[in-house]
C-alpha cells in the first residue's frame, strides 16, 4: 500500500521569507499524524501544499500516490479538508452549507443531501439544520465544518488546528469523535499546538520550529528519548546557578526558563535519589509529557506573533 | 463553473424580491424623469426624440453598473471576509472555474436588470421587435463589465478601492458614453476618449439594432467588446489566481 502523504525535502518560500525549510516526513494508511508547532512554525503553509492552497517552491509531494505540483485537482477529490477558519457560507443555513459544498464535488443532489442529513445528526447537529450559521456557537461551527470536510466521503482527513479556540466540552467531544474516526483506520493528518491532543490522537508527531523538523516520532518515544520518565520543577529563584552547577556535576539532563528548573529522570529511582538531596527549596514532582519535549526542542522563549 | 453560478443563484432566490425592486423601479425613475422629464426640452437628437435615444444608452448603462457592482463588493466581500473562493477551492474546482462562476453569475444579474429595463419600457411605448437581438449583445456587456469587476476585486485592498475604478471609470463612461447625448456633438478630444470605452461601443451598436442599419461599424463596436472581453478575462484570470493560490 502506498504511503498517504510522502515529503521530501519540502521548502516554500513567501516572497524571499523561508516559512518551511527541507521538511520530510511520511504518513502511512490508517495512521493519525500530527504536525505540532507554534504560532508562525510552519504548520499551515505545510497542510496548505497538501491541499493545493499554497505550491511548494522546492521538493516533492505526493498526496495518496498523486504529485501535489501537477494532479491537485484530483487529490483534492479524494481529501477532506478543515481548515483553521472554518470558512462557512454566511449565506446559507447548515444543511445547504454542506448541500452546496457537495456540488462541488460533483456529488449528486439526492446522495449529498442524504448524506448531509446523516452527517448532521452525526455531528449533534440535526436540530440547527435550519439554522444559519452565523448563529450557530463555535463548536457547532466547527462540527458543522468537520461534517463539510467528509461530504464527499475523502480517504484522507486534513484538520488544521481542530480544536483551537474551543470550549473543553465541544473540544472533549471532538476530541471523541476523531477517536471514532480513528477506530475505523481513517487517515487523518492534523496540526495543533495542544500537546495534549497531540498525545491522546496522533500515532505520531513531527515537531516543527521555525520551518524546520526537530523531530518525527509517536508521542512516547519522543518523550523516552529526550525527556525520560519523571520530571522535578525546582524552583529554584536565587539558587538557579548553583542548583545548575550541581545537577551538570550529578549529570542530570535539565532544562532552565526564568529562575525555574526542569530536571528530567530515566525512572522514579532516578528522581526519587535526587529527590532526597532537596532541602528548603519548593518543587513538583511529575510524568514527562510531550510538552517537556517541545519545550526542550523549540525553547522556552515566546515568539513574535504569540 | 455552473456549480458556482449555481451557488449564487440559490443566494439570488432568498433575496430576489429586492433584485426585483431595484430591476423594475430604477429604470422607471430613470425613464420618466430623465427621459420624458429633461426629454421634453429636447426636439431631436441623431434623428431620434429623446426618450428613443435614451433608452439604448439605459440598456447598456445597466447592464454596465449591475455586472460590474456585482462583481466587486459581494465579490471582495466573497475573497476576503467571508473566504468563500478559499473553501471552494478546498475542492477540486481551481481559481479559473470560481472566476468564470463569477463571472457568468454577474453577467446573469446585469441580464435580470436589462430583463428590467424592457418591461419598464413597454409602458413608455419604446417596444420593438429588435430588442431580441439586442440582449446578446447586452449580454456580452456584462460579460464584459463582469470580468472587468473581477479585476478590480483582485487588485483591492479594501473597499475604499472600489471608489477610484466607479467614480473613475464607470461614472464618466456612463455619462460621456452617448448615452444621454450623442458623442457626436462632443469635442474631437472626448469624442476619442469615448471612442475608447466599451460601454460607447455597446450604446452605439445596440442604438443602431434598434432604430438603423447594420453597417461596418457596427462590427466594429463588436469586435471591440469582444477583444475587450478577451482582454479582461485573461487579465482576471491571471491576478484572480495569484490572489488564491501562493
Redesign the interface.
Known sequence: MTNAVVAQNLAKD?DGITAVKNISFEIKPGECFGILGPNGAGKSTTM?MI?????PTKGDLFVLGLNARTDI??I??KIG?V?Q?D??????NSL?NLQ??A????VPRDIAKARAEHLLSEMKLSEQKFRHVEALSGGMKRRLAIAR?MI?QPELLVLDEPTTGLDPQARLWIWNYFENLKAQKKTMILTTHYMEEAERLCDRVAMIDQGVMLDCASPAELVKKHIGAEVVEISSGSETSYWKSKLSTLKIDFQDHENKLFAFFPNVQARQSFIMQLQNIHYVTRLANLNDVFLKLAGYSMRGDA | MIQVWLRNFLFFRKTFLVTLFWTTLEPLMYLAAIGFGLGRFVEQIEGLSFIEFYYPGLLASTAMMVSYFESTYPSYTKLTYQKTYLTMLLTPLNPNQILFGEILWAATKGFIGICGVILISLFFGLFKVQVYLVLPILFLLCLVFAAFGMIVTSLAKNYDSFIFSTSGLIIPMSLIGGTYFSINDMPLFMRSLAQIFPLTHAVSLTRTILYRQLSMSSLIDLGVLIIYLAVFVLIAQKLFSKKLIK
Not at chain 1, 87 to 92: A, H, M
Request: hydrophobic share 30%.
Open positions: 513567501f496548505k491541499y493545493g492552497h499554497v505550491v485537482k484530483r483534492k477529490s479538508v481548515p477558519e470558512g462557512l457560507d454566511v449565506d446559507f445547504e452546496i459544498f456540488s462541488y464535488y460533483g470536510g464527499h
